[in-house]
């Protein structure tokens, strides 16, 4: 089945400093990829819809200069907080959107195991 | 525009008993439908989804859903919980025409009581 790696899994840094996580779909190619946020015990939240090749769209509300989001391939889409603070500590999840196969015709979202990020 | 509301924002059960997750959508179009599961500190795993074809749909771990287009409803159940089963279950729809755009639900925390 279809499988996204985001990586890593867990980031801890500096007040100030800017963190990259990456999201890859390892054996399927995804045109769009979806970044969320989720505070504990909270739903996801969807921060931007991120299209090969094209610039990312935000969902209101989400500064695009603090979460760049680049996606180079079909293959790879990285969000970068960029000086980060303690308040976007938070779990980050990618998703990637796929074909679930030629008989459902359906699109379906496959999601990375989610990177925590602590800033201190 | 679809919207999916998940009544029971906790729900707990005991082992060997009945699970019921509820989930109700909006959608203007056909939906597809869907289950996640998310445990501690980790992604969301499909369970398993709706799109054409008969109404009644199984998924891993025992679970399954059935559609039912005139209540609106995509509601997730097990005859029997496992302490296993003890997570976060959130329903989603997508529009069935496009299947590109994706509605999640509040989620639902499912405990396991032994």
């Known amino acids: 089945g279809a499988v996204v790696s985001q990586h890593p899994s867990w980031v801890i840094c500096k007040s100030g400093t800017s963190v990259k996580i990456e999201c890859r779909s390892l054996?399927?190619?995804?045109?769009?990829m979806f970044w969320y946020r989720q505070f504990p015990k909270q739903s996801l939240m969807l921060m931007a819809t991120?299209?090969?090749?094209?610039?990312?769209?935000?969902e209101q509300g989400v500064e695009k200069d603090k979460f760049l989001i680049n996606h180079a391939s079909l293959t790879l889409s990285t969000l970068t907080v960029t000086s980060a603070h303690p308040e976007d500590s938070s779990f980050y999840i990618c998703?990637?959107?796929?074909?679930?196969?030629?008989?459902?015709?359906?699109?379906?979202?496959?999601f990375g195991a989610g990177s925590r990020l602590t800033v201190l | 525009a679809q919207s999916v509301t998940q009544l029971g924002s906790h729900v707990s059960v005991s082992e060997g008993a009945l699970v019921l997750l509820r989930c109700n959508y909006s959608?203007?179009?056909?939906?597809?439908l869907f289950w996640y599961v998310q445990y501690p500190n980790q992604g969301l795993q499909l369970l398993l989804k709706?799109?054409?074809?008969?109404?009644l749909v199984k998924g891993i771990n025992g679970f399954e859903a059935e559609f039912k287009k005139s209540e609106t409803s995509f509601h997730l159940t097990k005859p029997s919980a496992h302490m296993s089963d003890a997570a976060e279950y959130f329903c989603?729809?997508?529009?069935?025409?496009?299947?590109?755009?994706?509605?999640f639900g509040t989620g639902t925390s499912l405990t396991v009581i032994p």
């Open positions: 998703s990637a959107l796929g074909l679930a196969g030629v008989r459902s015709g359906a699109n379906v979202l496959t």
């Open positions: 709706y799109t054409t074809g008969a109404t």
């Open positions: 991120s299209n090969e090749g094209s610039k990312a769209t935000y």
């Open positions: 959608s203007s179009v056909p939906p597809y």
């Open positions: 054996d399927f190619q995804a045109t769009t």
């Open positions: 989603a729809v997508s529009d069935g025409n496009t299947g590109n755009q994706f509605y």
